[in-house]
């Protein structure tokens, strides 16, 4: 299990067309001092009680795709 540092959260407006008028909140999270990344998520997912549960599952799918291309090799 990786540790991670939250470095900023910011509300925008959605980029997305199917959420014109919401917000997005975006995550600035690091693994260390090279491994800097952002998550992105509807605003409304956060406030809860469960609020750290959704970012800390956030994190984890975030890191999960970037290790399923982790070392691959496509010719082109």
Known sequence: ???????????????????????????????????????????ELLGGADEEKVIVERIKADLAERERWTGRELQI
Do not use: C, H
């Not at 509300?11 to 990344?37: C, H, K, N």
């Open 1 to 43: 299990m990786a540790v991670v540092k939250i470095l900023d959260k910011r509300e925008v407006p959605s980029a997305d067309p199917g959420r014109v008028g919401r917000m997005d909140a975006m995550i600035t999270y690091q693994l260390d001092t090279f491994r800097t990344y952002l998550i992105t998520m509807p605003n």
